[in-house]
Structures are given as C-alpha cells and as structure tokens.
C-alpha cells in the first residue's frame, strides 16, 4: 500500500541539530513495528514510552483471563518471515503472557531495545512555527526536539474509573482493572467486587470466581457476550498455520475487520429461518469472531434481521444460566446482539450459577458511595477485601487528550477535538503539522495488528517521501479533513451501532460531555478494504489533501 519512495543517502544526517528526526510515544505493538521500519532506514529515532517495558496495552493488562479474541495467527506481525517460522503459538487465542512473550521476542530479535526509552511519559507537545519542530516535554522536565511525531498510544490505554463517592477511602485494595497488580495478587478467601460487566469484566470475573470466597459483581448494563471455544495449538496444527500464513493474512486483507472471518455472502431474507438457525448453531460453538463477524451483513443495519439474531444468543444464554430471573439480567435490552464490539467469554454465563458469585443490578440498586470497608447501594451495604473496576477506557482520543499537544497557532487538540474526534484519514490532523497517528481515531476499525500494520506502512514512506524530496514541513488541508470527517460520518449512516451505548460513538458515563446521543465518530465503519483503497489512493495521487513545504 506504499509509494515507491528514492532511497535517500546519509538519511540519519538530516537535521543534524534535531535530537531526534522521528520521535514515536508508545512502545506497543504499533510502535514496536514503526521503530523497525525507520531503524532499518537509519533514521535518528526514538520511542518513549511512559510504562517500565515494552508492550502497551499488553504489559499493563494482567488481569487474570487477559487475552486476545483474535485468533493468535492473525494477531501476529505478518512482516518477517524469520518470525513466522520461528515462533509458536500455543493457543488459538493466545493469554497476556504468551502476547507480551511474543512482542518482547521481536523486539529483541531485531535489536529494538536500544531504540526505545522508559519510565518517560509525555506531559506537553509544542509546534514551534518557526523552525517547524516538535518540542517534547517530559514529566521529569527533561525536553526532546524532533521534526516529526508518530504517536502509538494505543486506542484503549486511558482507563476510567467511576464518579463514585468515597471511592479513594476504601482501606482494602482497590484499582482499575487495566492496572492489576504486577505482582502476584491471591485472591483465595478474600471478598471480591467487580465494578462493570464489560469485554474486561467477561473475561475476569470467571476466573476471580474460581477462587475468591466471595465475588459480587455489579453490573450497570448487561452486554452480549458469546463464547471464545479456545484450544491449544498443537504442533501438527501449527505447522499448518506456517504453511498457510499467506491465505491467513490475505483473507484478513479482504475481510471487513481485518479477521480471517468473512461474512455469510447470502442475504438474510434469501435463506429459511431453519437455515440461518443451523449456521448460528454451527457458529456459536466455532472459536473465536464467528458468530459475529461470518453472519448476514442485515444482522447490523436491519433491525428485524437483527431482533432475530439478538433472540437467538438470549437463548442460548438462558439455557446456561440456571435461574431464570437472573438470565434474564444477563441479556441486554438496550441494543441489539453484535451492534458493538462483541465481547467473547469463557463460561462467564455459568459463572452466575455458582454459590459464591452475586449479580447486583447497579440500575435498580445503585451504588450510592464507596465506605472504607466496602460499598453501598440504595438498599444495602457490603464489605470487601478488593475492589476492582472494570469500567472502560477513554477510548481512542483520550490517551492523546492526556498530552498537552498545541500546534499551530497554539490550537490545543484536546480542543479541537472536544465534540469528537477531527481528522485526516485517521493518520494526520490539521492545525498539527508533522504529527502522523497509528491507529488513531478514524482508521479502520479492524483487528489490531492488521490494521497497524497497514498504518506504519503508509507512515514509513510518506516520511520518506518528505526527506526525499526535501521537505520540513505537512500541514493537512481543510477542506480535505472536512471531507473525511464527512466521509466517516457517513459511514455511520444505516447502521446499528449508531445506537449503541459503544466506545465506537464515544460513550463512557464516567467521562464528561461522552453521554449517550452525543455520537463521537471514532471509528471508520466501512471496513479493512474500503479504507486500505482510499489511503492508497491518496498515496498514489502524491499524498492528495496535504500541503508539503
């Protein structure tokens, strides 16, 4: 998806009074992959990243039932063969050890250590107009100089808790779930809380279950979950994933989400009820996205085709829970099956029937203050050992927000960006010139890697470009990032998730002016290769839409 760029002699000479040419701020697995591809041209860069070590989402997330729902194979870089050949996925969905194992073997495969610097978070970013450059301020006051930013903070790496009274009083242990203990928590015999029944919570609760005295779950609302059916990967198996890693990784090219799952090609209308019933069967016992990413297209813009679908999974919930006032708890209302991101499990549902598991619906009981041994409701009062809240992210913009970035003019993004995301092909931002974004806000809307992938390979020889033809300075036009805005609006338009209480339109109750109706466009909706097609095509016309100096 890349323009053929001239190779440019002495390139880690260009700007020579810069600390940096290219500083990128996450060591993730966006950034890990953009330090590659610039340490392989030799170019002057850095990453900084505010955690102790690699890994990004994959490094703070160690909650028990951390994984991916991707499957392993597809997750993985797809950019070196060595890699392909030589690592061994041992799940078909691999947990947080084997991922942040995986993202420390490439890192020290290809030497990126000595590229990357920790413990440094990023407090402020100022354009300087005059010599078109960067300045970077750190938290200890240190101060880094570069032509160019790539950010990688991640799109779910600025947790929010919730506006609770009493919260920062209680005397046990308390903290959001993305920053569980680094060191071992046993939680056997203690009383647990779990604030939030979210994709995190899914994955936590069945395993806090397991082994806590007592866990009581509050739930605000209901979400729809199916099973994630994970399995070892044996060595027969994993052989067979090497020989097919090209059709893996063009299928997940073609397909909407960037899966190895593509969706059912018949209409809806154009199989009987019977039919589509024997796929569902087939699919909700299949691992990974398939109940949800190979069905029928009218599942998420047809609200009858929709109802039909959301009934089905109400079902197959019912027949695991063993009280049915309580399943009933457990199947949303508010939305539709599969309409946001969709959540898969591992006999969370049956978690429910066990005798030290309590559901505390937080609408008709709400929480009415954290105490400092627990927590109460409108109707009753609980003590606790550990408290942990599952309450979400500020999803997408947020991790930016938190950097005071002021670019020309000294317009500060988090006021541009105050209503919702603005901005070019999710990769640029006007009034930001020589800011560039992976998989920031208004990229495609795909699993992650893949879409990575595709972010740092149109960034890598756009910069190129710029050094080749000489070039200190982009700044994106107006009327194009209008354009786009519109353009992603649009996408929005007929489909269900419009609706929804999603991180897709920017919900989070715990977050000020991210109400429900206040649609924050985060996301690209029209797939993995509608996006790839547009990007490449900008590229190709001379990066249309960008002013070059």
Known sequence: MTKQTTEIKDIANIDPHLDYQVVIIGAGLSGIYQIKRLADLGVRATVLDANDDLGGTWYNNRYPGARFDSESYTYGYSFSQEVLDEWDWTEKHSPQPETLAYLNYVADKFELRKYMQFGCKVDSMVFNEDTNTWMLRLSDGHEITTRFVVTAVGTLSTPTLPKIEGIAGFRGMSFHASDWPHEPLDLTDKRVAVVGSGATAIQLIPEVAKVAKQL?????????????????????????????????????????????????????????????????????????????????????????????????????????????????????????????????????????????????????????????????????????DVIVYATGFDSFTGALDQIDIQGSGGERLRNKWAAGPVTYLGLMIGEFPNLLMLMGPQTAAANFPRAAEMSVNWVTPFLQHMWAQGHQRFDVDDAFEAEWVEHVKAMYKGALLRKAKSFFTGYNSNIEGHEYGKTRYNIYNGGVPRYANIVNEVADNGYEGVNFQ
């Open 216 to 384: 009581t779950v509050f739930q605000r609302r209901p979400n729809w979950a199916a099973p994630l059916n994970n399995a070892p990967i044996s060595e027969t198996e994993m052989a067979e994933i090497r020989e097919r890693y090209d059709e893996i990784f063009a299928t997940c090219a073609r397909s909407p989400g960037g899966f190895e799952h593509e969706p059912d090609s018949r209409s809806f209308y154009d199989v009987s009820p019977a039919q589509r019933r024997e796929l569902w069967d087939r699919l909700y016992d299949e691992p990974g996205f398939g109940i949800w990413l190979q069905n029928f297209y009218e599942i998420f813009v047809d609200e009858k085709a929709n109802a039909e679908i959301s009934n089905y999974i109400a079902e197959r919930i019912r027949q695991r829970v063993n009280d049915p006032m309580l399943a009933e708890r457990l199947i949303p209302k508010d939305h539709g099956f599969g309409v946001q991101r969709l959540p898969l499990e591992t006999g969370y549902f049956e978690t429910y029937n066990r005798a030290n598991v309590e559901l505390v619906d937080a609408v008709e009981t709400p929480i009415v203050r954290v105490t400092p041994q627990g927590m109460e409701t409108s109707n009753r009062s609980f003590e606790f």
